[in-house]
């Protein structure tokens, strides 16, 4: 482009009566743009990478864009819709702050002042119009999904109470729709059947924690003195994570909790399981035919239960204090150790006794066992019968994912 052609698209664009001093460096734009344009490809290129990754739900099991569950997925909707909205916000912008800043730049040193303008009105409608329909648009369905999910939360074939510690998780069963009472009270693993509306209410005793399946649902927070509830219909059979997201202490980082859904047959079985747990004492005076667990264990048969043996009493829900620890039934088919901060084998079962404190500084299990309470023969013992809490007919294996 030769610079008379430039100096005539110039004086033709400067109808409004604005005084400009004639342009020769269009090509100069014209770089910059293919420059500004190569930027936002490698830009758009980084981006779309990045959320390509996110569809592999191995590698990212906190995933917020890959919904199990209808709550979920009507919030994956809403996050949709603001997302692209909002890009077509943000393109647009940018579009207009390049566009004038490069069209009405002062267009080399010493050139006249381009014309200085102040207000318009006309302008200011508009912008202020546009702004105001986008977030009329954003209101609307976030209020009706805000409405919808909490009536959701009112009706379940089957209610949980959770009750957030510091620092894991404590998860009582109610009764479901068929009138029986489940009972089942556990820790840091929720067991749910496939396509059953489900009920989470969530109770504190101590801090505000927040209850967060990505998932499966939205995030809720976890308030003493009030009950929030959350509804969640898992369509998907399989493993989901999630964890405490909001601030709760020192080891607010560990308080991860698993949720595992079974085909209805199987949640059943994993119920029937966790009542009948392991007829047994601690007495080794019993009878030969009556099943003996670790002498040891009648320590921590102080806080933790186990169902079936004898003297297993320690206090459990809202009444009980907080050093309490989750009941072990059925310990040897759990995956993690602690609420997720290790993985549940012998190793480092060992590693917990021998020192929770070191493993989890600040937990309440470190107040009553410290580095020297238990021998090492001890820790082994009690590391070898945890672990072989299982039930007869073995853990249930998780279909799906
Ligand atoms: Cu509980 Cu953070």
Known sequence: MTETESGVGRTTRESGGERRAPRRNRQGIAQRLVALGAVAVVAATALVASGTGAGAQSDTPYSTIDPASPGADDIQTLYKLIFWMALVVFVGVQFAIVYTAMRFRRARPGAER???I????????????????????????????LYDQSSAAE??????DVYGKQWWWEMHYQGDTTGQQLGVVTANELHLPVDREVIIRLHSTNVIHSFWVPRLAGKMDIIPGHTNSLSIT???TGEFFGE???????????MRFKVVVHEEANFYQWVNDWRTGHPSTTNQDAPADVAKAPQSFALCLACHRVN???????PIGLEAPQTMGPNLTNFGCRDALASGILVNNRENVIAWLGNPEAVKPGNFMATQIKEDTLTPEQEAELADYLLGLKPEGGCIETSGQ
Do not use: K, M, Y
């Open 118 to 145: 102040h207000g318009n009105r006309r302008l200011e409608i508009i912008w202020t119009v546009i702004p105001a329909v986008v977030l009329l648009i954003i209101l609307i369905p976030t209020i009706t999904t």
């Open 244 to 254: 405490c997201t909001e601030f709760c202490g020192t080891q607010h980082a560990w």
């Open 155 to 160: 009706e379940a074939d089957i209610v949980v």
């Open 114 to 116: 381009p014309a200085q």
């Open 308 to 314: 079936g043996l004898e003297g297993s009493a320690a």
């Open 234 to 236: 898992p369509t998907q």
